[in-house]
């Protein structure tokens, strides 16, 4: 349909089109890079903000500013590239607990075309097993302490610079933190990537059923990254990540989204609540992302928090992955009513791509907010497969340039 047929059977309020039954975003388009030679690190790099520093480590008070990252980035890109061997289309396999190399590693990795996949640190050895089968890399970042979950046919990368016991059957042909120092040839000499090669093979996390893998393209994160550098400026937020790299929204928010945005993250290792608390007052971060259970906690502990803590900096909290209830949202902010709390909504296969709340909807208690910039979606019965309409309960059909190009075949 025409855009200009289109915006005249659209009804201006709700998005909804009864032509053709279609929920329209409302939100302005965002412009995408056309030309069809580009890498979704190239495009991050490519952001003009004024950020300083990239990354905290909570536990070490290390700092990485983005010239270091981008200087991080290059070179491991050469190395792995150079000594290495990798090429366009080779999968390699992140198994860490959060850090700041995981960026690093990221970007550099989907510099060279070569695909990005996670794992999940809590997983047996057997669901590992199951995932490397399926995705199958040539080459593993892990830490020692995690390396025995891996089979020994892998070559592994350490992220940190520890000692492996010969008793351990791994293949180690490298350690990140030396391949930051070497100084790079000058030869840029890499495989042209498109936008549509696949980026990440990430998994989801199985709730409903075995996790499956799900590719997405250099355009399919490009898409994510653009639309939230045009969302709003947030090279002055202070970010603590809270959510594993391992997991979609958190590789795509922290490895990519905030390094394109300016913003500084500050990293934990895992999430314990007393410790996010403590690095929001020591770094006076101003934003979290939490489950809604932690916002029901953080409420009844108010009075406990604010002896021990100083949140004065804080002002939003992003809430997803579960339902959070007007009721909930309520009690939070009358014992904090400086903060802005938001929702969203997405999946693993829509990159980013769903539903969220502007700071000026902040005040609408019990709803995701309205459909990202450039995605369109359905309401469609599961069973007879017919389209609904508005206030009708349904199954959710999401299209857009976000969403990915579909499962792994497991």
């Not at 892990?142 to 020994?152: D, G, R, S, W, Y």
């Amino acid at each position: 349909m025409a855009n200009v047929e289109r915006s005249s059977l659209v009804d201006s309020r709700s998005g909804f089109c009864k032509e053709n039954s279609t929920f329209y975003s409302k939100r302005n388009p965002i412009s995408l890079p056309a030309s069809p030679s580009l890498d979704v690190t190239t495009f991050i790099s490519c952001q003009t903000h004024s950020g300083t520093t990239a990354f905290i480590d909570a536990a070490t008070g290390q700092r990485l500013s983005f010239s270091d990252l981008w200087r991080a980035v290059d070179r491991v890109a050469e190395c792995l590239h150079r000594d290495v061997g990798l090429r366009r289309g080779d999968v390699i396999l992140i198994l860490s607990p959060n850090s700041f190399y995981i960026p690093i590693v990221c970007l550099a990795v989907m510099s060279l075309g070569a695909v990005v996949t996670t794992a999940n640190t809590l997983s047996t050895v057997g669901e590992i097993s199951k995932q490397i089968a399926d995705s199958n890399p040539t080459l593993a970042f892990t830490t020692v302490q995690l390396a025995h979950k891996l089979p020994a046919g892998i070559s592994i990368v350490l992220t940190e610079e520890e000692h492996v016991e010969p008793s351990r059957v791994v293949r180690v042909v490298g350690v990140l933190s030396e391949m930051m120092k070497k100084e790079p040839s000058g030869q840029r000499l890499r495989d042209r990537v498109n936008q549509e090669d696949t980026a990440v093979m990430l998994y989801s996390s199985g709730t409903t059923g075995a996790s499956k893998g799900v590719i997405s393209s250099h355009r399919n994160l490009t898409s994510y990254v653009a639309k939230m550098v045009a969302k709003e400026s947030l090279e002055d937020e202070i970010f603590i990540c809270t959510i594993p790299m391992f997991h979609t929204f958190g590789l795509l928010m922290f490895a990519m989204a905030t390094v394109a945005l300016g913003s500084t993250v500050v990293i934990l290792r895992r999430f314990e609540l007393s410790d996010t608390l403590a690095a929001v007052e020591k770094h006076r971060a101003t934003a979290l992302i939490l489950a809604p259970p932690v916002l029901v906690v953080m409420t009844n502990e108010r009075d406990i928090i604010k002896a021990k803590y100083d949140l004065s900096s804080l002002k939003k909290v992003t809430c997803g992955g579960a339902p959070l209830s007007k009721e909930v949202t309520e009690g939070f902010l009358k014992k904090y009513p400086t903060v802005h709390v938001l929702q969203a909504y997405a999946l693993t296969e829509s990159n980013g791509g769903g539903a969220y709340m502007d700071m000026v909807d902040s005040r609408r208690y019990g709803t995701v907010g309205t459909l990202t910039p450039d995605v369109e979606a359905r309401i469609v019965d599961p069973i007879t497969g017919r389209l609904m309409g508005t206030n009708q309960t349904g199954e959710l059909w999401l299209k857009g340039p976000s969403i990915s190009k579909g499962p792994t075949v497991n």
